[in-house]
C-alpha cells in the first residue's frame, strides 16, 4: 500500500522557519518518483509550491518562495523535504507532499503551517 505521511507542521512567527517532511512507503522505487510540495490556503485552490522534475531531478519553485523554501530528498529513506525559511503569514496553508511517475499520482493527507504572531 502506497503511503504518504506529512510531518514538521506548526506554529510559527512571521520571519521564523519550518521543516515539513514527506515519507514514503509502498514505492517499488522512489527515486524514481517526482516529488512535490503544494499548498492550500482556506478558500483557495490547492497550488504547487516546489518540486523536483521527472527527469534529471531539476527543482521548480513557485515565485513567491524563491529564495526563501529549499526543496531536498533522501532516496536512502524514501523522504523529501522543504525548507522553509522567512515564513511569512500569506504562507499560511496545508501542505501536501505529492509523488508522481508517468503512470501514477499520490497524495499525502497534509500538514497545517500557520503564521501569525
Known amino acids: 500500500q502506497v503511503q504518504l505521511v506529512e510531518s514538521g507542521g506548526g506554529l510559527v512567527q512571521p520571519g521564523g522557519s519550518l521543516r515539513l517532511s514527506c515519507t514514503a512507503s509502498?514505492?517499488?522505487?522512489?527515486?524514481?518518483?517526482?516529488m512535490s510540495w503544494y499548498r492550500q490556503a482556506p478558500g483557495k485552490e490547492r497550488e504547487f509550491v516546489a518540486g523536483?522534475?521527472?527527469?534529471?531531478?531539476?527543482?521548480n519553485y513557485r515565485d513567491s518562495v524563491k529564495g526563501r523554501f529549499t526543496i531536498s530528498r533522501d532516496n536512502a529513506k524514501n523522504t523529501v523535504y522543504l525548507q522553509m525559511n522567512t515564513l511569512k503569514p500569506e504562507d499560511t496553508a496545508v501542505y501536501y507532499c505529492n509523488a508522481r511517475s508517468n503512470v501514477h499520482d499520490y497524495w499525502g493527507q497534509g500538514t497545517q503551517v500557520t503564521v501569525s504572531s
Open positions: 509502498g514505492f517499488t522505487t522512489f527515486s524514481r518518483y517526482a
Open positions: 523536483f522534475g521527472l527527469i534529471g531531478g531539476s527543482t
